[in-house]
């Protein structure tokens, strides 16, 4: 079974930067997604970004400009560069695999990482 294990969340303040990483447990089909939704407290979850196969990528356009996602192929991980944080950031990051249907569909979530941004 597909395993997602998500690092690098923690405290930053705001403006500054963070990096998260997921490494999936085995290598994703072809026609897969990785990416990543977070949820806030009191908040629904909502997507963030994420990459295909061939490193096309989609973003919620709250991050646009300042998130950016990428992955390396051998190693079977997907990563989140997060500039310019702002307290609204704040939330639980989950990593994802899944399939485009007009919006990511998750197969396979990791456990998250807290991420929290002061003011």
């Known amino acids: 079974q597909l395993q997602l294990v998500e690092s690098g969340g923690g405290l930053v303040q705001a403006g500054g930067s963070l990096r998260l990483s997921c490494a999936a447990s085995e290598r994703t089909f072809s026609s897969s997604l990785m990416g990543w939704f977070r949820q806030a407290p009191g908040k629904e979850r909502e997507f963030v970004a994420c990459?295909?196969?061939?490193?096309?990528?989609t973003y919620a356009d709250y991050v646009k400009g300042r998130f950016t996602i990428s992955r390396d192929v051998a190693k079977n991980t997907v990563y989140l560069q997060m500039n310019s944080l702002k307290p609204e950031d704040t939330a639980v990051y989950y990593c994802?695999?899944?399939?485009?249907?007009?919006?990511?569909?998750?197969?396979?979530w990791g456990q998250g990482t807290q991420v929290t941004v002061s003011s």
């Open positions: 994802a695999t899944g399939l485009w249907r007009g919006t990511m569909k998750v197969d396979a």
């Open positions: 990459i295909n196969q061939i490193d096309g990528s």
